[in-house]
């Protein structure tokens, strides 16, 4: 088998961002789901970026497989989405965590594109809390049946199959009340969707709830152990948090472009609009957010792969842990500003779905909710400093 070759997984994903965009801005503009999004990605061969080559995937390594997001993440918040739903919440846990069976049985699909994964663990009152989930399991006689209410999950509505996190079924406060991880197939009796369509942005990307009624799974869809499930949320949160980073930095990349060419083309008060040093000061800002961005970006994702390279390491999980925090909280405030500052350069223009600083604008605010809101992010980086008793919540 051929190595991993970084520069053919850059120009695959260049060329499916190229031929994504114009499909993509007219389903955004309609309102409606990019259903391009996974028949392009398969073209180019981008769907099993970070899986495994003996489960089909391509063997990125984390740093390949940001950059490649950062790319992606160009082409709108809603096209990296997908990808972050799809890899780096929903393959990588299943990756990392599951038996030989389970990976078997759901890795090779994804990377072919014959199945779409997501990561099911936010619930209607139990957001950035995990430990408020009311969702159960309950063991059977060949498996487990898992009952609850899952929101806001991105890919929840298109997936085949999704990483769902539980509680056991009656067991009250104390050592055994311990969260599982389960694999579940969104076809089986008792699982229902609803598509969410009543969003501020990402109008091309799918997000759905769901409910499952004594839906019935394997015991091979378990992940790991039983109670291995908090572990494994908040460790499948570290790839999911750079993910999230990485398309910011697209994000500001491309805000960046946008403003270079709008204000050498557009003229006010007898010359273009970069000539006038307050839109230069909107260029420089973006340009700085972007200088900013990439090398923490960069060590983020190098301090991740180290630690699945040494994935028993304890010191290296919590320096991933802490630096992929640091990068999406930085990343995602630094994009959101990146696409007000475009917006302002856009001027009226900037006030519509037709040009896409407005869109970024809309979509980047989610950002800095999902995968670590930007106060737990912000009490997680002081407490790394303070010391484990200065920690504002436990």
């Known amino acids: 088998m ?20 114009p499909v993509e801005e007219l389903c955004y503009v309609e309102h409606r789901f990019n259903d391009q999004l996974v028949p392009l990605a398969k073209k180019h061969n981008i769907l099993g970026m970070n899986i495994d080559p003996k489960y089909g995937g391509r063997g ?11 790319r992606i993440g160009r082409e709108g918040t809603g096209v990296r989405t997908f990808f972050s739903g799809h890899l780096s919440i929903g393959a990588y846990p299943i990756q990392t965590w599951g038996s030989e069976a ?13 199945q779409v994964l997501a990561f099911g663990l936010t619930e209607p009152d139990a957001g950035s809390n995990p430990r408020e ?22 890919n929840g509505g298109i997936a085949d199959a999704i990483v769902v996190f539980a509680y056991p079924s009656g067991v009250a406060e104390g050592p055994g009340r311990r969260i599982s991880a389960f694999v579940v197939d969104t076809k089986s009796p008792g699982f229902n969707v609803e598509n969410l369509t009543a969003k501020m942005g990402m109008f091309s990307s799918n997000t759905a709830m769901f409910e499952m009624a004594d839906v019935a799974i394997p015991a091979e869809n378990l992940l790991g152990e039983e109670g291995d499930g908090f572990r494994i949320a908040m460790g499948t949160l570290v790839s999911g948090r750079l993910s999230v980073a990485a398309g910011c930095l697209g994000v500001i990349e491309d805000c960046l472009a946008e403003v270079l060419e709008y204000g050498q083309a557009r003229s006010q008060h007898g010359k273009p609009i970069a000539k006038h040093q307050l839109v230069q000061e909107h260029i420089a800002l973006i340009e700085i957010a972007r200088c900013s961005s990439e090398p923490l970006l960069l060590q983020a994702s190098a301090a991740l792969q180290a630690f699945k390279e040494n994935p028993t390491d304890k010191k290296l999980a919590g320096e991933a842990d802490l630096l992929a925090a640091k990068a999406k909280f930085y990343i995602t405030n630094a ?20 040009y896409r600083p407005g869109r970024h604008l809309m979509d980047t605010r989610v950002c800095r909710i999902y995968e670590g809101t930007d106060e737990i992010l912000k009490l997680k980086i002081a407490s790394s400093l303070l010391g484990k008793e200065f920690e504002a919540f436990k």
């Not at 970084?6 to 994504?20: G, K, R, S, T, Y």
């Not at 389970?102 to 014959?114: Q, T, V, W």
């Not at 994009?335 to 009226?348: I, P």
């Open 102 to 114: 389970l990976k078997r049985k759901y890795l090779p699909a994804a990377a072919k594109g014959e």
């Open 133 to 154: 989930m009311t969702s159960t399991f309950t063991r059977t006689a060949d498996g487990y049946k898992l009952n609850g209410v899952k929101y806001l999950i991105s």
């Open 2 to 21: 051929p190595p991993f070759d970084p520069a053919a997984l850059a120009a695959d994903a260049n060329a499916f961002c190229e031929a994504i965009r």
């Open 60 to 70: 990125a390594d984390a740093v390949s497989y940001f950059k490649a997001l950062v």
């Open 335 to 354: 994009a959101w500003e990146a696409a007000d500052r475009a917006v302002q350069v856009f001027g009226g223009r900037g006030w519509s779905t037709l």
